[in-house]
């Protein structure tokens, strides 16, 4: 397994365009580095919910329901802790995913949510108020 995460990280090291890439990162990081032959059925992209964010729906990038995960994808080199204007709203991209989640029925929203820009991966834990932080690197994972 180490092995194919160090092949991901290599594949995956300075590219990553959130319109082009999301849906083929996350299904390759499901099959071949969590070994997860069924990530296509487990991951549900682009998902419409609306939010109190915004006067229109809003979309999800990635949503994990088996996990339990909202994923928010950024392109490559996003700042991941910068506060841009999003829906109308000046929020990080975690922000945008917990708006995301909060116009969901509350029996489905998820308790993680997942700041990534294909470099990053900042994991919140919604029920311990706890931020996760790693980084993909080229040679190690």
Not at 57 to 67: H, K, M, N, Q, R
Request: a positive charge.
């Amino acid at each position: 397994m180490k092995s194919d995460a160090v092949a991901f990280s290599r594949k995956w090291a300075n590219r990553g365009n959130e319109n082009q890439d999301t849906q083929l990162f996350w299904i390759d990081l499901f099959q071949h580095v969590l070994g997860l032959d069924d990530a296509v059925s487990r991951l549900e992209f682009e998902k419409p919910v609306s939010t109190a964010a915004s006067m229109h729906e809003g979309y999800i990038d990635v949503l994990i329901p088996s996990a339990k995960t909202l994923v928010e994808q950024k392109s490559l080199g996003i700042d991941l802790s910068k506060v841009e204007t999003r829906q109308g709203r000046k929020v990080t991209p975690a922000q945008q995913g917990l708006a995301h989640a909060q116009g969901m029925p509350l029996s489905q929203q998820p308790h993680y949510i997942v700041a990534c820009n294909f470099a990053e991966f900042w994991v919140y834990d919604r029920t311990g108020h706890t931020r996760y932080q790693f980084r993909l690197r080229k040679n190690s994972f």
